[in-house]
């Protein structure tokens, strides 16, 4: 939920509560004020009755007073306390024969010697209609009160928010590979001004330290692999030479696979870091299926040699977004680990759907911890032909794509499944 939506359904939620207190309390007041007018009028109408009893010592039907309005009705016993009294009651009209209300005084008064009890009735309807007026008068100012300042609040607050909302935009359309460096506006609100000058600050030192990195990487790349060859072939041309004994062989083919081994590891590392860094920009839909069964296709000469069988289940396409070439590293290493740490007479099998990949093989029980198996340099064995990035490599390259890799074993078939994440969550490693 946006922040606006979610402050308006609050302010929204306030005020109508607010609004209907507000409106009990002014129905109740004016309520009040009503009967009490009402009340006012009765008590008149009670002195004209008693000024007239006193004055004829009798009382009749007169019209002086509302017709059928007046009960007196003479009492046997003398009420302990004689006080006035207002009721509400209902009076059936006689010509619709319909409940009418009434506002109801009742008080005690001598009649020639005699006590009666005296009740002066006034009619509520045009009471009622009037509060009924009011009531909907003031609820309909209320309403479109609280929708005009609903409605400007919505508007005020969108462009009190709006250098934000740009900040956000700019922020997320910015890209580390691009020359330009991050543009954002100066407001006039102090809060988004400081804001948007930590975040220039921070995109700067991020724009300048990734391609300090990126240069780092390349001349890695570069100059290092150029000792790194110049060592090998030297060692080749002493392994050639005839004058060596058996002890100085054995010590420059250590060296020689020594050196092989810090090419390799040297390779692995800037491919990470170029991979982690997101420098591979030709982004495309691959076949990961057919990359796979065209992988094992070509390994079918080391495939016959270790006596390993291949099963192809389904051959639905599974399409990926990458890069080409991270596309074969990725297919290359799982071909290569599913090889690798198979037993004589094994297989390894293929299964695609739309939404997932899987790659299984026969092995040898897990040494290491499950979880683990795609942490840099864990090795599942103690050979020395592997530098423990190969699995690494897979897991950064889905990371860094949109892809979740994970793996099971079940007795001895070890399986790894390629599936593609939701789409927040990819996001979110696409922004990382």
């Not at 506006?185 to 990734?210: C, G, R, W």
């Not at 990195?213 to 060692?235: C, D, G, R, Y």
């Not at 004058?243 to 590891?265: C, D, F, H, K």
């Not at 799982?334 to 997932?356: C, F, M, W, Y």
Request: aromatic share 10%; proline share 3%.
């Amino acid at each position: 939920m946006k922040l606006l939506a979610k402050t308006n359904r609050i302010y929204l939620t306030f005020s109508l509560v607010i609004y209907l207190l507000t409106a009990l309390a002014f129905y109740q007041i004016v309520r009040l004020l009503i009967y009490d007018e009402v009340e006012s009028r009765l008590q008149v109408e009670r002195r004209d009755f008693q000024a007239y009893v006193r004055a004829h010592n009798t009382w009749s039907s007169s019209p002086y007073f509302v017709e059928n309005k007046i009960d007196v009705v003479p009492i046997s016993d003398r009420p302990k306390q004689i006080r006035e009294v207002f009721t509400d009651t209902l009076i059936r009209n006689r010509y619709d024969d319909e409940l009418i209300p009434f506002r109801q005084l009742t008080f005690y008064e001598p009649i020639q010697g005699r006590m009666h009890r005296v009740s002066i009735r006034k009619s509520l309807i045009q009471t009622y209609r009037l509060i009924e007026a009011v009531t909907f008068t003031m609820a309909t100012f209320l309403g479109l009160l609280l929708l005009g300042t609903f409605w400007f609040q919505g508007k005020l607050s969108g462009r009190l928010w709006y250098p934000f909302y740009d900040t956000l935009s700019r922020i997320k359309n910015f890209d580390l590979n691009s020359e330009s460096p991050l543009q954002l506006s100066k407001p006039e609100i102090t809060e988004f001004y400081s804001l948007n000058e930590v975040l220039q600050k921070m995109a700067d030192k991020m724009q300048h330290d990734y391609k300090s990195l990126k240069e780092f990487t390349e001349n890695a790349s570069h100059e290092m692999q150029t000792p790194l060859a110049l060592i090998n072939a030297k060692v080749e041309q002493l392994i050639q030479s005839e004058q060596l004994t058996e002890a100085q062989t054995n010590w420059i083919e250590t060296i020689y696979e020594a050196s092989r081994r810090i090419v390799r590891l040297n390779q692995g590392l800037l491919l990470l870091a170029k991979i982690e860094n997101h420098q591979f920009q030709d982004v495309q839909r691959v076949n990961l299926s057919q990359l796979f069964m065209e992988k094992l296709q070509d390994m079918e000469e080391v495939l016959s040699f270790k006596e390993l069988s291949i099963h192809i289940h389904q051959s639905i396409s599974f399409e990926v977004k990458l890069p080409v070439a991270l596309a074969d590293i990725l297919v290359t290493n799982l071909v290569n680990n599913a090889i690798k740490h198979n037993q004589p007479g094994g297989s390894i099998e293929l299964d695609s759907t739309k939404e997932r990949l899987y790659l299984s093989n026969t092995g040898g029980p897990l040494i290491s911890a499950p979880e683990r198996l795609f942490e840099r340099f864990k090795k599942e064995g103690t050979g020395t032909d592997s530098i423990g990035l190969g699995l690494s490599i897979v897991k950064q390259i889905c990371d860094s794509y949109g892809l979740d890799v994970t793996y099971h074993v079940n007795q001895e078939r070890h399986q790894f499944c390629i599936s593609q994440m939701p789409i927040d969550n990819a996001n979110e490693n696409l922004v990382s």
